[in-house]
């Protein structure tokens, strides 16, 4: 038995050598790099007279007074968002119609889904989220007393393919876009 055990255990140092003396590195398969966490500070923002949060680690710009773009570098994406007023019954269904037919074209045939929602402060919110496939995988839209429309889009700059590797980017943006939505308030 003294010398069984011993022969086991330089067997088994041998099997676990790597073999013949082969020391050639064998490269792992590529995988798609990790995408960087958003920090969990937030800033408030106000575009028109609505008000609402995004991370601070967004590069905010607004080409117009009722236009905020944000971008966000270390997620390669950029939010497209416009606030609108509209006077007349008309013009807010001529609003909502025009941003349902341009999420529409914006998915072409991905599929989406689709969350709806009242913010504490009265916004009807509604959110598009296609996971894979369209290069605007977070699109959103929230109407405040029905006279009050904003609406926006994520887009991704670059390849939208493969989706394992985008999938982690818009899981980041649709967290972007719930905060967005949940701290929408009127600014007086």
């Known amino acids: ?10 067997l088994l ?31 408030v923002i106000t575009v028109g007279n609505i008000g609402f949060e995004l991370s601070s680690d967004a590069s905010v ?9 944000a971008s966000y570098p ?3 994406a950029t ?11 008309e013009a807010f269904e001529e609003a909502l119609d025009n ?10 045939d991905a599929s989406a889904g689709v969350s709806r929602f009242v913010n504490e402060n009265g916004f009807d919110c509604e959110m598009v989220v296609a996971p894979e496939g369209v290069a605007t995988p977070v699109q959103f839209m929230a109407v405040w007393q029905r006279n009050v429309f904003v609406s926006g889009s994520f ?5 939208i393919a493969p989706a394992d590797s ?22 007086r």
């Not at 710009?61 to 773009?69: A, G, N, Q, Y």
């Not at 887009?155 to 390849?159: E, N, R």
């Open 61 to 69: 710009s607004h080409p117009s007074e009722t236009w905020l773009d």
């Open 1 to 10: 038995m003294r010398l069984f055990l011993p022969a086991i255990f330089i």
């Open 99 to 108: 941003r349902l037919q341009r999420i529409s074209l914006n998915l072409g």
């Open 74 to 76: 270390v997620l390669g």
């Open 166 to 187: 985008i999938r982690p980017v818009v899981e980041h943006l649709q967290s972007q876009a719930v905060l967005l939505l949940n701290t929408l308030h009127t600014v």
């Open 155 to 159: 887009v991704i700059a670059g390849s």
């Open 13 to 43: 140092l041998a099997a676990c050598s790597g073999g013949a003396g082969d020391d050639t590195a064998v490269p792992r398969r590529t995988a798609f790099p990790r995408v960087p966490e958003l920090s969990d500070s937030t800033v």
């Open 79 to 89: 939010l497209h968002m416009s606030v609108n007023r509209t006077y007349t019954p």
